[in-house]
């Protein structure tokens, strides 16, 4: 790219990080090693805002009680960090126009560190809560700037590469964060859990204002901020979160989760078309009139049910049905970040030299082959059970992220790079909410109806359901015909809930892998980009 390249609008030059890195075909043969340590600065910004969300799940029971928080209320320290992260994410690429991507990075990993001591320091729930929904507006801004840095740092011959270390931070933290976060609570206090950010929080901002370049900036953007516009793409995007937390528990046609919906739908369409017809529009929507684009937004959705999705029922089967507490389920899980490491070299090299759209078939079809192979999980199955399930998950991952992201950011004109880089990673966590969500209305909803199937086959005498849910074959005689004894059904009904959640939990990981294979379709209609250059 060239060094003047000019915005879409305003005629303001392009960040000149051409002074230390010309990119496209002019670009040096080396990168200045600046260059590397100022991009590992922000990829250890990101680390830190992806790692933060696992950490902190894993210890909640603990923060609960020890700031007497209401069980009900409990979720919402979770909730104020997702919310925050959603709405800053596609501000993003605006203020990097604004701000410039050095500036930006430190006020967003500096505010993040800040914030992270306030939660460290909090002394009830308003305060954690207020902390965290600044932790989780400023986290939000750090995975799509590495994203654009990507595009905007390196000459194309090393953005696969740096791509795959961005990539693999980003989907690595999730499975580590539980290993981390039992850890810390087994071993120290929870308030450990935030401050263990604020020393690589101050040595990535030191490091990012030290070796990234001074970009040309256009900070009157700020000054015709679209606070309306603002306004409905915080109410479109909290009511729809907040909608997706409260629908499996509440049901998705109780009156308050309809007009959250409700609610989303109307802000999201008057949104629309604001950022249309306005102009200054927050968000380039425009963009996705880039075929390649639009559908690689549409495959990071899938991605993120598939990846926050896993990072979510591994857990509640692992805690729930095997009763493992947070560090060996950590362990169980890292099975998955171990083959992404071994295998990240050969998806690079195959990511620079073939075709985008083929690689994402293969990656999004081995995805669903690992996930349709957890769907036949009993009450027994552990780490050896879930091992190799894991391996084809982890070794499909990057080729779910590496050419789609080539597809939807690879081919756009430098300016639309931190725009459109917002977009698509807001898409990946939107897909992670609304597959949580559909997770647990199928696990709250089929259990139920497993349950009181299973509890039918018993009283018949079925001695394949008394297999199912752990008691010897021997201890059916035949159809139960009269009163059960209470001591008899009290001991046997919590057998029959986890027989019924292992089933339930089956097919919320068949819901998963036919979504997976819908992105294979998908990737079909993308067009053809080749990695060789």
């Known amino acids: 790219m060239g060094s003047r390249t000019s915005f879409a609008r305003g005629a303001r030059p392009l960040p000149a990080f051409s002074e230390s890195l010309p990119s496209g075909d002019s670009a040096p043969d080396r990168v200045p090693a600046r260059i590397w340590i100022g991009f590992g600065a922000l990829c250890l910004g990101m680390f830190m805002a992806v790692l933060d969300i696992q950490v902190v799940a894993t210890s909640l029971p603990t923060i609960r009680t020890a700031l007497a928080i209401p069980a009900d209320m409990m979720s919402w320290i979770q909730t104020a960090y997702l919310i925050a992260e959603v709405i800053a994410i596609p501000l993003t690429g605006l203020l990097t126009r604004a701000l410039g991507m050095r500036v930006l990075f430190a006020l967003a990993v500096g505010a993040f ?3 992270s001591i306030g939660c460290a320091a909090s002394m009830g729930f308003a305060s954690l809560v207020t902390a965290r929904v600044a932790q989780g507006f400023f986290g939000g801004m750090l995975v799509p700037l590495v994203f654009s840095a990507v595009f905007l740092l390196f000459p ?5 590469f740096a791509t795959t ?3 693999l931070l980003a989907v690595l933290a999730p499975t580590v964060g539980p290993v981390v976060g039992g850890w810390i609570t087994q071993t120290t206090s929870w308030h450990w859990l935030f401050l263990i950010n604020v020393a690589p929080g101050i040595l990535a901002c030191a490091l990012g204002l030290a070796l990234l370049a001074r970009e040309a900036a256009d ?14 793409l915080a109410i479109c995007l909290a009511s729809l979160q907040i909608g997706l937390k409260e629908a499996p528990q509440r049901g998705w046609l109780a009156a308050p989760v309809l007009a959250l919906l409700a609610a989303s739908v109307l802000a999201g369409a ?3 078309r604001r950022m249309l017809v306005g102009t200054t529009p927050i968000i380039q929507l425009r963009t996705f009139r880039d075929r390649g684009f639009a559908i690689g937004c549409a495959l990071s959705f899938i991605l993120g049910m598939g990846l926050y999705g896993t990072v979510y029922l591994m857990p509640v089967f692992l805690a729930f049905v095997r ?3 947070p560090l060996a389920i950590g362990m169980v899980m890292l099975v998955t970040g171990v083959t992404q490491f071994v295998t990240s070299p050969a998806a690079v090299a195959l990511e620079r030299r073939s075709d985008a ?6 990656g999004f079809a081995l995805f669903g082959v690992g996930l349709a192979m957890s769907a036949f999980s009993t009450r027994e199955t552990d780490y050896d059970g879930m091992f190799w399930p894991q391996v084809v998950r982890g070794g499909a991952i990057m080729l779910c992220l590496l050419p789609p992201t080539r597809l939807a950011l690879g081919a756009l004109p430098p300016e639309a790079v931190p725009d459109a880089s917002g977009l698509f990673n807001l898409m990946r966590n939107l897909g992670g909410a609304i597959g949580i969500a559909l997770i647990d209305t199928v696990i709250f909803g089929r259990s139920p109806v497993h349950a009181e199937a299973l509890k039918q086959r018993l009283l018949a005498g079925d001695t394949a359901a008394a297999d199912l849910v752990g008691l010897p074959a021997d201890a059916l005689h035949g159809a139960v015909t009269g009163p059960l004894d209470p001591a008899i059904e009290a001991f046997v009904r919590p057998l029959i809930e986890k027989a019924a959640m292992v089933q339930s939990i089956n097919e919320a990981w068949l819901m998963l892998a036919c979504c997976t294979f819908a992105g294979c379709a998908l990737a079909l209609l993308a067009p053809a980009r080749s990695g060789r250059r």
Not at 156 to 160: C, I
């Open 113 to 115: 560190t800040l914030a």
């Open 156 to 160: 194309f011959r090393l953005q696969g």
């Open 165 to 167: 270390i961005a990539g």
């Open 219 to 232: 900070r009157a953007l700020l000054r015709t901020l679209d606070i309306a516009g603002l306004a409905l």
């Open 270 to 272: 008057v949104f629309v």
């Open 323 to 325: 009763g493992h507490g």
């Open 357 to 362: 759209r083929l690689l994402t078939i293969l």
